[in-house]
């Protein structure tokens, strides 16, 4: 059972131009909400997270709106950068997790922006 | 700052073979620890974590153990490899606190023939 869901695959953006990454969940209990960065053979990297408090998280190019209501949220870059292109994991994890911090990650979208 | 160290970078094994992989943490105490498997194509699945020395949870039913000898050490172990074993074996950390982001260690790339 994917309790998050990445449904694209893959993504090609023009540099300069908008990217937008969605992810969906469907545990209702989840309310902290991760994007992660990954390169190749190297591990991933934090970029942005959002509270289930709030619905738009904003990191200079990078902005995390979350949507409860439909379990959705996405991750807009803005302008897209040939260095941005990797694959982009969202993540979820819920209080009742407690200290063990657990996250559960989607499949994943790669991301490639085209100079 | 706190860094996460992996060792080896690559690993080629035979079927049947043991493995062991190495994970410290510098610059924090008691951190959670976790392992992850990326297989080809897939996103990431969690294997073990531990909230304390000795503490090991495991998350999926399979052929690998994970131990925590020391607070910042993190072990991932087989006594026989299967084919299925082949991936790419992340370590991570985090306080030990919800809502705070996991750190990522470079990986292991285990090719198991």
């Known amino acids: 059972d994917q309790q998050v869901k990445q449904n694209s695959p893959s993504l090609s953006v023009q540099e300069g131009r908008i990217s937008i990454l969605n992810c969906d969940y469907t545990n209702s209990m989840f309310d902290y909400f991760l994007w992660y960065k990954k390169y190749p053979a190297e591990g991933p990297t934090f970029l942005i997270s959002i509270s289930s408090i709030k619905d738009k998280n904003e990191d200079g190019r990078f902005t995390v709106f979350l949507n409860k209501s439909a379990k959705h949220l996405s991750l807009h870059i803005v302008p897209s950068q040939p260095g941005d292109s990797a694959v982009y994991f969202c993540?979820?994890?819920?209080?009742?997790?407690?200290?063990?911090?657990?996250?559960?990650f989607g499949t994943g979208t790669l991301l490639a922006v085209q100079p | 700052s706190q860094t996460i160290h992996q060792w080896p970078a690559t690993l080629v094994q035979p079927v049947g073979s043991p493995l062991s992989l190495e994970c410290t943490v510098e610059g924090t105490s008691n951190p959670n620890l976790y392992w992850y498997r990326q297989a080809a194509g897939r996103g990431l699945q969690l294997l073990f974590y531990?909230?304390?020395?000795?503490?090991i949870s495991s998350e999926v039913p399979q052929n690998l153990s994970a131990s925590r000898p020391q607070d910042r050490q993190f072990i991932l172990s087989s006594k026989k490899l299967l084919l299925s074993d082949s991936g790419f074996y992340l370590c991570?950390?985090?306080?030990?606190?919800?809502?705070?982001?996991?750190?990522f260690g470079p990986g292991t790339r285990l090719t198991v023939l």
């Open positions: 991570a950390w985090s306080v030990r606190r919800a809502y705070n982001e996991q750190f």
């Open positions: 531990s909230v304390g020395i000795g503490q």
């Open positions: 993540a979820a994890s819920s209080l009742y997790g407690g200290a063990t911090n657990k996250l559960i």
